[in-house]
């Protein structure tokens, strides 16, 4: 199993172009995560979906947007990037739905910059 | 705003010492998780203790939990090289299910 596996590994964008993070899991994860990751800072939720088909705002939502495509597929978009969104974007997964919280499991990230 | 914070932001020690960690959190909690970072890497769970739990170990890991202080412990024992990395306590709320909202972390030193 490659676990949670997310495209592409590193990006340069420049202010107002748009793109598409791509994040997918093979181990039947109910649930799915995006986080954004500063430097010197923890992670930070930007949207997350419980189950395929549902999607919601997390802690910092503004400026992107999300579609939880099938159950193992998760992207995040960028419509107009802007250097404050210059991170690294981390893509989780967990189990069991039903409300119960389980570990995440994280792929490797993406390394934006935006000039 | 951050629900955990960590202590301390930093910490570098000898190989073979031990290495404690804290995490502070401002809400009542369902769980608390620890996660460790290798540098450049995505984040890997490491132990998850619950509101009713006091202490819990793995391996050479002790985490403790007082929920009337609102905070928790990470021991690592005999740490070694590899150990080396950042660690985030991540807690999960009581409301808003399936979110976990993390601390800054703490970036740990093993020196050999």
């Known amino acids: 199993n490659a676990g949670v596996t997310q495209t592409p590994k590193f990006q340069v964008l420049k202010t107002g172009q748009s793109m598409t993070l791509q994040c997918a899991q093979d181990m039947n994860h109910n649930s799915m995560y995006w986080y954004r990751q500063d430097p010197g800072m923890g992670l930070r939720l930007i949207y997350y979906?419980?189950?395929?088909?549902?999607?919601d705002k997390g802690e910092v939502p503004n400026g992107y947007n999300v579609s939880r495509l099938n159950k193992r597929e998760f992207s995040l978009r960028l419509e107009s990037a802007a250097p404050s969104q210059t991170s690294v974007y981390f893509c989780a997964s967990s189990g069991p739905a039903g409300g119960r919280l389980d570990t995440q499991y994280f792929g490797p990230g993406t390394r934006l910059t935006v000039l | 705003s951050q629900q955990g914070e960590e202590d301390p932001q930093a910490l570098s020690i000898q190989e073979g010492e031990n290495a404690t960690m804290n995490c502070s959190y401002k809400t009542s909690i369902n769980n608390l998780q620890w996660y460790r970072q290798n540098s450049g890497r995505g984040l890997v769970h490491l132990i998850l203790i619950r509101s009713n739990e006091r202490e819990k170990h793995s391996g050479r890991l002790r985490v403790t939990l007082d929920t009337s202080k609102k905070s928790s412990s990470l021991l690592i024992t005999a740490s070694r090289a590899a150990d080396t990395a950042s660690y985030f306590c991540a807690t999960a709320l009581l409301q808003g299910a399936q979110k976990l909202v993390f601390g800054q972390g703490t970036r740990l030193t093993i020196n050999p």
């Open positions: 979906s419980a189950s395929e088909g549902t999607t």
